[in-house]
T-cell receptor, first 114, second 112 residues
Framework: DVKVTQSSRYLVKRTGEKVFLECVQD?????MFWYRQDPGLGLRLIYF???????EKGDIPEGYSVSREKKERFSLILESASTNQTSMYLC?????????????FGSGTRLTVV | KQEVTQIPAALSVPEGENLVLNCSFT??????LQWFRQDPGKGLTSLLL?????REQTSGRLNASLDKSSGRSTLYIAASQPGDSATYLC???????????FGTGTRLQVTL
C-alpha cells in the first residue's frame, strides 16, 4: 500500500525553537506539498516541490522554509517557532502529471507552540 | 484567485438516506477536482478524482459529478451509514502547477 509518512503525530515546541517536520513518500512521486489546516480557514499551501532541490512558495510561506535533498523526503522547517504556527500540518505527494492518481496525504502532525 | 466553496458547512442525516454535498469554484480553468474524506484529527483520504474532461466518477456508494462550465461539483452518497460520518473536502487543481485549492469542507453526521 502506497504511503506518505509524517514522522511525528504530535509535537510540542517552545517559542523561538527551530522545528523540523519530516515527510517521506514511497511512491516515487515528483511533487510534494506542505499544507497547514486551521479551523475556519481550511487547508492552505505553505510550500511545494517539483523535484529534488526544487521548491516553490505557496500561499503562506512566511516563517517557513523547506528542504528536499532526496526525492522521497520533503522537510518543513520553522526557523523560529511562534504561537501562531500552532496548527495541523499535512504533507502530500503526487505524480508530476496527476493523471488518474490524484494526491496522497500523510496522517498529519499536530504542532503546538507554547 | 480561485475560491472554492462548500455548502452546507454541516449536515446531519439519519442512516439510510441518500445525500448530496455541493462544491463550487470560481475559475473554471481547472485541471481536475478531487473529493477527500477527513476523520477527526486525521489526514485526508482520497475518495474520487475527476479529470477536467470527465463528467463523473463512481466508487461504490459514492458518485461525484463535475460541471466545469458552471463551476460546480457534487458528491452523492447513497444509503448513508454511521461510518460515513466525517468531514468531506473538495479541492481543485489548476493547470500544470498541480497545486490544490481546498474548500472548507462539509461536516457530515449520520445518525442511527
Amino acid at each position: 500500500d502506497v504511503k506518505v509518512t509524517q514522522s511525528s503525530r504530535y509535537l510540542v515546541k517552545r517559542t523561538g525553537e527551530k522545528v523540523f517536520l519530516e515527510c517521506v513518500q514511497d511512491m516515487d512521486h515528483e511533487n510534494m506539498f506542505w499544507y497547514r489546516q486551521d479551523p475556519g480557514l481550511g487547508l492552505r499551501l505553505i510550500y511545494f516541490s517539483y523535484d529534488v532541490k526544487m521548491k516553490e512558495k505557496g500561499d503562506i510561506p512566511e516563517g517557513y522554509s523547506v528542504s528536499r535533498e532526496k526525492k522521497e523526503r520533503f522537510s518543513l522547517i520553522l526557523e523560529s517557532a511562534s504561537t501562531n504556527q500552532t496548527s495541523m500540518y499535512l504533507c502530500a505527494s503526487s505524480l508530476l502529471q496527476t493523471g488518474g492518481r490524484g494526491y496522497t496525504f500523510g496522517s498529519g502532525t499536530r504542532l503546538t507552540v507554547v | 484567485k480561485q475560491e472554492v466553496t462548500q455548502i452546507p458547512a454541516a449536515l446531519s442525516v439519519p442512516e439510510g438516506e441518500n445525500l448530496v454535498l455541493n462544491c463550487s469554484f470560481t475559475d473554471s480553468a481547472i485541471y481536475n477536482l478531487q473529493w477527500f474524506r477527513q476523520d477527526p484529527g486525521k489526514g485526508l483520504t482520497s475518495l474520487l478524482l475527476i479529470q477536467s474532461s470527465q463528467r463523473e466518477q463512481t466508487s461504490g456508494r459514492l458518485n461525484a459529478s463535475l460541471d466545469k462550465s458552471s463551476g460546480r461539483s457534487t458528491l452523492y452518497i447513497a444509503a448513508s451509514q454511521p461510518g460515513d460520518s466525517a468531514t468531506y473536502l473538495c479541492a481543485v487543481c489548476i493547470g500544470t502547477a498541480s497545486k490544490l485549492t481546498f474548500g472548507t469542507g462539509t461536516r457530515l453526521q449520520v445518525t442511527l
